[in-house]
């Protein structure tokens, strides 16, 4: 019993040395917001290829709050995955009956972030852009 509990501890302190690295990566990369006034721009893409474009000042630290203030938009907060977008002016990207969904670009690369976790960067550019994923 004692030899089980001598080989126990160590990889105990080796797992928690381990979380604690990787929570300390984490937080170092993991996206920053940032304060004050930014000037940014939005592009929405529909479904028919035609784009809006939006030039404003925000004092917003990620997108969704960007976004809200351009466009009416539906969807829904879950603390997995953030905000899921379903619906952008009217447009629902409907990703169970047509594989469509919402695809966010940041300066004109697909995004790595979900809405309201991507941090607003003065001087981006933003796009929203409908999408279909050919199966």
Do not use: C, H
Not at 38 to 45: E, F, G, P
Not at 50 to 57: C, E, G, P, R
Not at 72 to 86: N, V, W
Not at 108 to 133: M, N
């Amino acid at each position: 019993m004692k030899t089980n509990v001598k080989k126990l501890v160590p990889a105990l302190i080796v797992l928690v040395v381990l979380i604690a690295v990787f929570w300390g990566v984490y937080r170092q990369f993991s996206p920053k917001a940032q304060s004050g006034e930014k000037q940014i721009t939005i592009s929405i893409v529909d479904d028919t290829g035609t784009q809006s474009d939006y030039a404003l000042n925000t004092d917003a630290e990620y997108l969704l709050e960007a976004l809200q203030s351009v466009a009416e938009i539906d969807g829904e907060e879950s603390p997995e995955y953030g905000y899921t977008l379903y619906t952008v002016n009217g447009l629902t990207a409907d990703f169970t009956t047509g594989n469509a969904y919402w695809a966010i670009y940041v300066n004109g690369e697909y995004g790595s972030y979900g809405l309201s976790q991507q941090p607003v960067t003065d001087g981006d550019t933003y796009a929203i852009v409908y999408e279909t994923y050919a199966a």
